[in-house]
């Protein structure tokens, strides 16, 4: 019972076949530069990575060729449905649904919400539905989990006609990956589903923390779009919103410049000088590099306020998790942001920091309540549990 994970991209598609039963992935792999001379598409079968050239292939040829490849490998016959993510569902989605004309039209009403995403998102799932007419598709939201913030956490303090009008609100992001790490933690740290406060910080190239109350969202750090809350590798996070005004009166540019700036320019890459990637900022910055060494410190000493600021809406904290590229990889910033955290109770475990990672979750503080875990994500695992139990509700309702 396997499902196909489609993750569109404006120049890109993500794919994977998976048993979310077993949770075994059979096959994954992109295709990547769709639209130009250089589009391939790369993949990871029984071990093995292979290439092959899609010159010129946009997202219709690419498909086509995956779909070809999965047939080849015998694959097409045992799925069972499609699950697709999709970035912004604004307030019409708070789960995964089963795609229907009606949700098709749902996600293109969020278009502006999610202007740069929701477009191939949407075409992911057209070609899909023809690639595979008959087949259950499913999509997977990132703002969904977050569908259960209270008003006081989710309104900003602005006019309210701002919320009313144009949907002015903090939706939030990565919510299929804070709900995968929460729901792992649960069983690793012990604690009772229906009692238990946590937080998770997904940290990669874009980074969020989320503060999950018995299973559900309360609050999470980015917003409207994915570009407030903590620092990132090209992101500001939160800053004063004034700043764009005032540096495109200064320097000249547009306020859709100085917009731009905060999103592809600042961040570990704006203060560093020298990268979004966090692997050249720790090697600069222990070679002396001030500026990477400065970027890291601020790195870390925002990441630990938005973290200690979302244990305002538990109330306490059982459990912290750390996930993504950053969470599951730098020793170096779990260590630095647990010692921030110190006040909490949380103490570091220097060896279990080092020998936890990607391949290996578990506790890294010798403080067992409230503990840090480290717990790698899988939001392709996540979105297949979703489709197989959406797909399998459907059959189910369908058979009464
Ligand atoms: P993601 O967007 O989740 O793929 O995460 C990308 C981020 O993870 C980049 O900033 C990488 O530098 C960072 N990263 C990956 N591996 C390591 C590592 N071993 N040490 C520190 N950062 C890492």
Not at 116 to 138: C, D, S, T, W
Not at 361 to 368: E, L, P, Y
Request: aromatic residues 4%; contains cysteine.
């Amino acid at each position: 019972m396997n499902v196909l994970v489609l993750n569109c991209g404006s120049s890109s598609a993500k794919f994977a076949v998976i048993d979310p039963q077993t949770r075994r992935e059979l096959v994954s792999g992109i295709a990547q530069r769709l639209g130009s001379a250089e589009a391939s598409l790369d993949w990871k079968h029984n071990g093995t990575r292979q290439t092959r050239a899609l010159p010129g292939a946009g997202h219709d040829a690419a498909l086509r060729a995956v779909v070809e490849m999965l047939r080849e490998m015998g694959l097409v016959s045992s799925l069972v449905g499609i699950g697709h993510r999709v970035v912004h569902g604004g307030e019409q989605f708070s789960g995964s649904m089963l795609i229907t004309s009606e949700v098709v039209a749902k996600v293109e009403a969020c278009i502006p919400l999610g202007p740069l995403h929701n477009p191939p998102n949407l075409l992911g799932i057209r070609l899909a539905q023809e690639l595979f007419p008959g087949l259950p598709q499913v999509g997977v939201f990132d703002t969904a989990f977050h569908q259960t913030m209270p008003p006081v956490a989710y309104t900003y303090p602005v006019p309210y006609e701002w919320l009313e009008r144009y949907g002015v609100r903090r939706y939030g992001f990565h919510g299929t990956s804070h709900r995968f790490v929460a729901r792992q933690a649960l069983a690793l740290a012990g604690l009772p589903a229906d009692d238990h406060a946590v937080v998770t910080a997904h940290l990669g190239n874009g980074s969020s923390c989320t503060a999950v109350l018995n299973g559900r969202s309360v609050d999470t750090t980015m917003g409207l779009t994915p570009l407030e809350g903590v620092m990132m590798g090209t992101r500001s996070g939160s800053v004063d919103p004034a700043i764009i005004a005032h540096v495109a009166r200064q320097g000249n540019g547009t306020e859709q410049d100085a917009l731009d700036a905060l999103n592809k320019k600042s961040g570990l890459l704006g203060v560093s000088g020298l990268s979004n990637d966090l692997r050249t900022i720790e090697q600069a910055a222990g070679e002396g590099h001030a500026r990477a060494q400065l970027a890291l410190d601020i790195f870390c000493y925002v990441l630990a306020k938005h973290l200690a600021g979302l244990v305002v809406p538990l109330g306490r904290l059982d459990a912290l998790v750390f996930t993504g590229g950053i969470g599951e990889n730098s020793t170096l910033v779990r260590r630095r942001v647990i010692e921030h955290l110190g006040f909490l109770g949380l103490t570091i475990d220097p060896d279990a920091n080092d020998t936890h990672g990607r391949h290996h979750q578990g506790r890294i503080t010798t403080s067992t309540r409230p503990q840090a875990l480290v717990v790698p994500t899988n939001e392709e695992l996540m979105i297949a549990m979703d489709t197989v139990e959406i797909v399998q509700g459907a059959a189910v309702s369908s058979e009464h």
